[in-house]
């Protein structure tokens, strides 16, 4: 069942110029002069014709560049503005924190601003009365609460107007790129409250230029380029996509001859991407003896192995690896920029060797990531699900990791231990 459906919308805004000072689409439509009066030199399409669904209980994320349309969407979706044609449906309540401020009367106190945005968000003075100390502490504003909010700094805006939103106990949270004006101690807690509701089942939608935490928190993220989805689906896949073309933008696209070769890899681009300057290839696990094989006890030392090969010098890279388990969690990930390694120069093949004297994963299959990317992010070639092995165990606990620990009993408890048996 799907939370948010989004059908075709599109949002034209009227350019101002000195020959229709006071026009506006809304007056072009009503005195149906909507082509002759707003050519098309004099109509910036913010969106155009976006469509897209989010489920139940989904985080999904809207990355892209500033005028990209993010922010005219989301507004849409909070009811703040409405779209110029297309429809919406959502089901439940929403709660968004949007703009920094918004719907805070900035000469009346933190207090009464609570009441206001409560009400507002559909809440009795009941239900928020018995909700203020939860968003008083969890803005950490005990001691501003009574002051106006003009005196508040950009911060503590940040800290009432989050607070506010997920103590309405929303069904569907929208949040656009106010976290970045957030203090550095606050925003973690804000993180740590999102996962809260992903846990919960709540719907999330998240616009942000902070990759890192996009890729963390979503189970999905759509790319908007100039008011279209330029492209959506698996978080990492998208966010390295959209750096490369950042990182490419000024520079020529590519012939007829890469059109060929991009439609001939079409099939396998949910599973590898990247510029491939730095190429990963035969990848292998193999035992402590050297010997190939892909399913290994839980207390068995092994390693991956896979060759690199590098056409041109390059002075920056990074090696990665992640683990996932077989409904997507990721159980390890890290890399040698993450583990201080200094990258000085790579140029032609070699190979690496990434030694593992004990993995302690509990029994399953596990898909095994690779990657070569540059230190902001930027891909050279990521293997993502394009490997997979099994770790076998006496032990049947459950969870990703079998954490070392001992049991411990009073004399009075009467228990027996039975011998593992393979």
């Not at 003009?150 to 989050?162: A, C, I, N």
């Not at 006890?297 to 991956?304: K, L, M, R, V």
Request: hydrophobic share 35%.
């Amino acid at each position: 069942m799907h939370t948010v459906i989004v059908e075709d919308i599109v949002k034209y805004y009227k350019k101002y110029s000195n020959k229709h000072k006071f026009l506006t689409l809304k007056s072009a439509i009503v005195n149906r002069s909507l082509f002759s009066d707003l050519k098309s030199s004099e109509i910036f399409e913010a969106l155009r014709g976006v469509s897209f669904k989010v489920k139940d209980g989904e985080t999904l994320s809207i990355i892209g560049e500033n005028g990209s349309g993010k922010s005219t969407l989301l507004k849409i979706l909070a009811g703040i503005s409405q779209p110029s044609s297309g429809n919406i449906l959502t089901k439940g309540r929403i709660s968004a924190l949007i703009e920094l401020g918004a719907g805070f009367h900035p000469e009346i106190s933190g207090r009464e601003n609570i009441f206001i945005n409560g009400i507002i968000l559909g809440l009795t003075k009941k239900k928020i009365q018995e909700r203020y100390n939860d968003i008083v502490n969890f803005a950490e504003l005990e001691e501003f609460i009574n002051n106006p909010v003009k005196t508040y700094s950009s911060g503590m805006y940040m800290r009432l107007g989050f607070s506010i939103a997920i103590n309405v106990n929303p069904d569907i949270l929208l949040i656009d790129e106010v976290l970045s004006v957030g203090d550095a101690s606050f925003v973690p807690k804000c993180i740590d409250k999102i996962n809260e509701f992903k846990r919960k089942g709540k719907t999330i939608i998240f616009v942000s230029h902070d990759l890192t935490t996009v890729e963390r928190i979503s189970d999905r993220v759509i790319w908007l380029k100039n008011g279209e989805i330029e492209m959506q689906g698996y978080p990492k896949r998208v966010t390295d996509t959209y750096l490369e073309y950042i990182g490419k933008k000024d520079e020529k696209k590519a012939n007829k001859q890469h059109e060929a070769e991009k439609m001939e890899a079409e099939k396998n681009r949910e599973k590898r991407w990247g510029t491939k300057e730095i190429e990963i290839s035969k990848v292998k696990m193999i035992d402590k003896n050297g010997n190939e094989k892909y399913i290994f006890e839980q207390n068995e030392p092994f390693a991956i192995e896979f060759n690199v090969n590098s056409k041109s010098e390059e002075k920056d890279f990074v090696f990665g690896i992640g683990i996932f388990n077989t409904e997507g969690i990721q159980c390890y990930g890290s890399n040698t920029f993450i583990e201080n390694f200094k990258s000085q120069s790579i140029k032609g093949t070699g190979k690496i060797r990434i030694k593992i004297s004990k993995i302690n994963l509990v029994n399953g299959t596990y898909f095994l990531d690779l990657a070569a990317h540059k230190r902001d992010g930027y891909p050279f070639d990521y293997h993502h699900f394009q490997y997979t092995f099994k770790i076998t165990s006496v032990y049947r606990d459950v969870g990703i990791v079998r954490i070392h620990h001992e049991w411990e009993f009073s004399n009075n408890i009467k228990i027996h231990k039975k011998s593992l048996v393979k």
